[in-house]
C-alpha cells in the first residue's frame, strides 16, 4: 500500500503510518503535489491532517480528483468512528482528512480499515 | 475606549455578518477552507442545498463552539470563527436570497450584544478572572516569534534548525542589548529569511519540475473571482473598519495582543502593541496565501477576508474611513494578483510545501503558548488551586478523547477555572 501525506504536520502523521503499520509506503508531498500521484496510481490514498480535518486537508483534492472520492475521518473535536470509516472505503473514497489533533487516534482505525478492505 | 458595546459597534457587525451571510449564500466567498470547493459542487448542480447545509454545518460547528467562543470571552474581542464560521453556514441554509443578510444580521447583533452581558457578568465575579486574562496572553508575541525556527526544523531536519536557532538568539541579543527595537520583530524577520534561504538552496538542489496541467486549473475559475470583486472589496472594507475600531481581531496570533492594546493607556504603548499584531497577523497571512490563494483559483470562491491582509490593514489605518478604503483596495489588489500568484505557485511547489510547514509550526507554537498562558492564569487567580483545577481540566480533556481541540483548551480551561474558583469562594471553599 502507498499512500502520499500533505497537509499540516507531516511528519507526525508518517510516524503515525508507520506505527500502524511499517510496510506501508509514504511519500511526503503537499495536496497539489498529490493529484497527479492519485491519478497515476503511484499511490494509493491521500491522508493529510488540518485544523479541521476537512479545510485545507482536501479541499484541493475535492477541486481536482472530486467530492466523490474525498472523506474527512476524524473532524476536530470529534471521535473516530471504524463503521463510518469502513463505509468511506466501500463508498471508494480515497483521500482521507482529518484533525491534526487526531492523527495519532484516527491512523491506525483508518489504516486497519484500509488493509481489512484490500 | 475601544471595543466597547456602543450604538455604531451593534450596526457595524451587525451590517458585517449580514454581509459575509449573503457572500456565502451566492457562493461568492466563504470563510471556511474546506467549504470553498465544496460550492461548486451545488452551484453547478451536483449537490442539493440541504446536503451543502449539513456538510457547512458539519465542518464548522466544531470550531465555532471551541476556538470561536475561546479567543473572544478572554479578550471581549470577536473573531472570524464566531462570526464567520457562522455566517457560512447561516448564507447556505438561506433558501432565499434576501433571508441569508437577516439571518446574518441577527447573529451579528446577537453576539456583538451577549459579549457586553457575558463580559459584565464575569467582570463582577469576587475572583477576579477577566484582569487574570492578560497572563494568558503574555507568552503569545515571544512565542509566535519561533515559528520560523520550528518550521524549519519541520522541513529541513535537525542540523539546519540548530543552526537557524544559534543565529536567530545571536541576533535576538545584539539586537535586545544595544538598540530599543523589539526583539520579538527582529526575531521574526531572521528566522523568515533564513526559511527562504534554506528553500531556495534546497529548490537549487533539487530542480523543482512544473506541471501545465495545474496552471491550467489555476486560470480557469479566476474570472468568477473576478467578476464578484465589487461585492468581495465592501467586505473588505466592513471588515478592515470592524478591525479599526476594536471590535473584532483577524486570528489568535493578534486578539489577545489587541486586547491588551485596548487596556493600555500609554498612547506609545497601544501603538507598540498594535504593531506587534500588526507584524504578527501579516506575518499569518503570508503563510496562509499559497493554501487561501489555491482554493480560491480552483474553485472560484473567495475568502470572505481575502489573504487576510485586510487585518493588519485594519488595525493600523488612523481612522475608520481609512480603513474602508483601504480594506476595499487591498481586497481589489489581492483579486488582480491572483493569476500570477496561481501561476508562481504552480512552478514552486516548494512554496507550497513551505505553507503546510508555516502554518503547522504557527499551530505548535501558539497551542504552547495558550497552555502556558492559561496555566499562569490559573495561578493568578487562584494560586497553585487554581492550578490544580485548570491542569486537571487540561489532562481530562487529553485523556477523554480530546473534544475540545489543543488551540481551545488553554483558553476555556482558564475561564472555567475562574468560574470554578468563584463557586468555591461563595460556599466558603476557597479564600484569596
Known amino acids: 500500500m502507498r499512500v502520499a501525506i500533505g497537509g499540516m504536520k507531516k511528519p507526525e502523521m508518517e510516524a503515525a503510518i508507520k506505527r500502524a503499520d511499517s510496510t506501508i509506503e509514504t511519500v511526503i508531498t503537499t495536496d497539489i503535489g498529490a493529484v497527479p500521484m492519485l491519478e497515476s496510481g503511484e499511490v494509493d490514498y491521500y491522508f493529510g491532517a488540518c485544523e479541521s480535518g476537512g479545510g485545507a486537508a482536501i479541499s484541493i483534492l475535492i477541486g481536482m480528483i472530486g467530492y466523490g472520492k474525498c472523506c474527512t ?3 476536530n473535536g470529534g471521535q473516530v468512528n471504524p463503521e463510518v470509516i469502513q463505509k468511506f472505503i466501500k463508498d471508494g473514497k480515497i483521500v482521507f482528512g482529518m484533525a491534526h ?3 495519532e487516534k484516527a491512523v491506525p482505525v483508518l489504516v486497519e480499515a484500509l488493509i481489512n478492505a484490500q | 475606549m475601544l471595543g466597547e458595546l456602543t450604538v455604531f459597534n451593534v450596526i457595524l457587525v451587525t451590517a458585517l455578518c449580514a454581509f459575509t451571510a449573503f457572500l456565502s449564500h451566492m457562493g461568492m466567498a466563504v470563510f471556511h477552507d474546506g467549504l470553498r470547493p465544496v460550492i461548486p459542487e451545488f452551484i453547478e448542480g451536483r449537490m442539493k442545498r440541504s446536503e451543502l447545509s449539513s456538510i457547512a454545518f458539519g465542518l464548522s460547528v466544531g470550531f465555532i463552539a471551541s476556538v470561536g467562543i475561546a479567543h473572544t470571552l478572554p479578550t471581549g474581542i470577536l473573531n472570524p470563527w464566531l462570526l464567520f464560521l457562522t455566517t457560512d453556514i447561516l448564507g447556505v441554509i438561506a433558501t432565499k436570497k434576501w433571508l441569508a443578510p437577516i439571518l446574518g ?11 457586553g452581558v457575558i463580559n459584565a457578568a464575569l467582570t463582577g465575579l469576587p475572583v477576579d478572572l477577566i484582569g487574570s486574562m492578560g497572563a494568558l496572553s503574555d507568552p503569545i508575541v515571544s512565542a509566535f516569534a519561533l515559528f520560523p525556527l520550528v518550521a524549519i526544523f519541520t ?6 534548525g540548530v543552526t537557524a536557532t544559534a543565529i536567530t538568539l545571536i541576533i535576538r541579543q545584539l539586537v535586545a542589548s544595544f538598540t530599543t527595537v523589539y526583539p520579538e520583530s527582529i526575531q521574526v524577520f531572521v528566522g523568515v529569511v533564513l526559511l527562504i534561504v534554506f528553500a531556495i538552496l534546497n529548490d537549487k538542489k533539487n530542480s523543482a519540475k512544473t506541471s501545465d496541467d495545474e496552471a491550467n486549473v489555476f486560470s480557469e475559475r479566476t474570472a468568477r473571482i473576478k467578476k464578484n470583486v465589487i461585492w468581495l472589496m465592501i467586505g473588505g472594507a466592513l471588515i478592515a473598519v470592524a478591525c479599526n475600531v476594536g471590535v473584532f481581531a483577524g486570528s489568535d496570533v493578534s486578539i489577545y495582543t489587541l486586547a491588551k492594546a485596548h487596556k493600555a ?6 501603538n507598540a502593541l498594535t504593531q506587534q499584531a500588526s507584524i504578527a497577523e501579516f506575518m499569518r497571512g503570508l503563510g496562509f496565501i499559497p493554501l487561501i490563494a489555491t482554493t480560491a483559483i480552483t474553485t472560484g470562491v473567495y475568502g470572505v477576508a481575502g489573504l487576510t491582509f485586510i487585518y493588519p490593514v485594519g488595525y493600523l489605518m488612523p481612522n475608520p474611513v481609512f480603513a474602508a478604503i483601504g480594506g476595499a483596495i487591498v481586497i481589489f489588489l489581492e483579486v488582480s494578483l491572483l493569476g500570477v500568484i496561481g501561476k508562481v505557485l504552480g512552478k514552486f511547489p516548494s512554496i507550497r510545501a513551505s505553507s503546510d510547514n508555516i502554518r503547522s509550526a504557527m499551530t505548535t507554537v501558539m497551542e504552547f503558548a495558550l497552555l502556558i498562558g492559561a496555566i499562569n492564569a490559573t495561578v493568578k487567580m487562584g494560586g497553585y488551586t487554581g492550578f490544580f483545577i485548570g491542569a486537571m481540566i487540561y489532562f481530562i480533556n487529553e485523556l477523554t478523547g480530546r473534544r475540545i481541540m489543543k488551540m481551545a483548551i488553554g483558553p476555556v480551561a482558564a475561564i472555567a477555572t475562574g468560574i470554578i474558583l468563584n463557586v468555591l469562594y461563595i460556599v466558603g471553599l476557597f479564600r484569596m
Request: proline residues 3%; charged residues 15%; glycine residues 10%.
Open chain 2, 265 to 270: 493607556t500609554d498612547p506609545a504603548v497601544v
Open chain 2, 155 to 160: 522541513q529541513f531536519g535537525a542540523k539546519k
Open chain 1, 101 to 103: 489533533d487526531s492523527i
Open chain 1, 73 to 75: 475521518v476524524a473532524k
Open chain 2, 105 to 115: 444580521g441577527v447573529w451579528g447583533a446577537l453576539t456583538i450584544t451577549s459579549l
